[in-house]
């Protein structure tokens, strides 16, 4: 079983990202996934999370309007649409689908 986000980088504010995780060794589709972030010397944050056949999803007040979670039974994948990222939105993100996580993928927003 495992997790791979890609998708992070470095974006000015305003800007936009996609992230995805990619899994492999099990089909995602039975399962709820979600997307988290940290950052240094914080615990880690509940950003999004979406139902295994993607009738119902969550958000995070901090990140609501702006970010979109989705997922491609059929790629096996649970991405994020980060859209008018502001400099707090710097993290870590991670996803997790079957109480496994992924590597993380670092995301900055910074002029």
């Known amino acids: 079983v495992q997790l791979v986000e890609s998708g992070g980088g470095l974006v000015q504010p305003g800007g936009s990202l996609r992230l995805s995780c990619a899994a492999s060794g099990f089909t995602t589709r039975r399962y709820g996934g979600a997307w988290y972030r940290q950052t240094p010397g914080k615990e880690r944050e509940l950003v999004a999370t979406?139902?295994?056949?993607?009738?119902?999803?969550y958000y995070a007040d901090s990140v609501k309007g702006r970010f979109t979670i989705s997922r491609d039974n059929a790629k096996n994948t649970v991405d994020l649409q980060m859209n008018s990222l502001k400099p707090e939105d710097t993290a870590v993100y991670y996803c997790?689908?079957?109480?496994?996580w992924g590597q993380g993928t670092q995301v900055t927003v910074s002029s």
């Open positions: 979406i139902t295994s056949d993607g009738s119902s999803t």
């Open positions: 997790t689908v079957l109480n496994a």
